[in-house]
């Protein structure tokens, strides 16, 4: 079991990082916030086809940052809920929510042992370098099981750990495809939107092999219904992916070469309750 440096310390320094990084990313073009207060949407081809129909459904979206694929889902119809870590960003989110009348809601609170009072939910998703701020897989896991429904689906997307390997950094900063349980604080100046950002921060980030996740989800209750390797990323996460072809980036000159993502659906085989120690909405 992986565990998080005494405890809440690594959340706290963690939410102090992206509270910086929100400020910056509203304003960088990385971001297409225009797109979406002008009634586009942010969601990718994975993502898309995984979950598939949500009209109608109760939508929960872990580590949402501000909110832009929440206010996607919701423009396709889903009652959709979005949780982040950082106060900055959630404020952001609830803004852009009210800005394009979306049905969408918004909850600061850390991921691991969170219960939404209002769950539970039809379908639970976290899409693109999220796992790598979790310390207590076997808590996030319980937490997603705990917000579905009876027969609910979890739809997680993420870029592949073994990047981490051959792109030391890109992932988790732990430079191998197994990582430490307690990884040491390490020091970030700008942000992946905009490295030349005027900004400095510590953060705490995980390496997760995929045979960890899926363990957690299957301890957590959950029934592994697919798992997926993709040879393309969603986003030009590395140089090498020099085409995009459909709304994913290929290497075009050594194509199957590497997994740049995987994906994983779980449905939940029993009904939710309140693990120890839930942390609700702030």
């Known amino acids: 079991m992986s565990t998080a440096p005494d405890g809440s310390h690594a959340v706290r320094v963690n939410r102090t990082a992206w509270d910086l990084r929100t400020g910056v990313h509203l304003t960088s073009d990385f971001y297409p916030t225009r797109r979406v207060r002008a009634g586009g949407s942010t ?21 949402c940052h501000f909110g832009l694929d929440t206010l996607s889902w919701a423009r ?12 900055v960003a959630v404020r952001a989110a609830r803004r852009l929510a009210a800005e394009t009348g979306l049905d969408a809601r918004f909850v600061c609170a850390d991921v691991q042992g969170f219960t939404d009072p209002g769950a539970p939910y039809d379908v639970v998703v976290s899409t693109y370098g999220v796992l790598c701020w979790l310390g207590d ?10 917000n579905l429904r009876p ?15 051959l792109h030391p950094g890109k992932v988790s900063g732990a430079g191998r495809y197994f990582g430490p349980d307690r990884p040491p604080a390490t ?9 030349a950002a005027p900004i400095r921060y510590r953060e705490y980030r995980w390496q997760h092999p995929v045979g960890s996740v899926l363990d957690a989800l299957i301890a957590a209750g959950l029934v592994l219904e697919r798992v997926e390797e993709y040879p393309y990323s969603s986003y030009r996460l590395l140089d090498e ?3 995009c072809v459909n709304g994913v980036w290929v290497n075009s000159r050594s ?26 909405p702030r």
């Open 137 to 146: 897989l076997p808590r996030w896991a319980d937490s997603v099981a705990h």
């Open 241 to 243: 992916l020099d085409r």
């Open 76 to 87: 396709l119809g889903a009652r959709a809920t979005g949780v982040d870590l950082s106060p």
């Open 43 to 63: 969601l990718k081809p994975p993502e898309r086809e995984l979950v598939g129909e949500v009209r109608g459904l109760r939508l929960l979206h872990l580590q």
């Open 187 to 195: 020091w970030t100046q700008g942000t992946y939107a905009d490295p």
């Open 151 to 165: 027969g609910g689906r979890f739809v997680l997307v993420e870029f592949h750990p073994l990047l981490e390997v």
């Open 255 to 280: 194509p199957g070469r590497l997994p740049y993502m995987y994906a994983v659906v779980a449905r939940a085989a029993r009904g939710p309750r309140a693990p120890a120690g839930a942390e609700g």
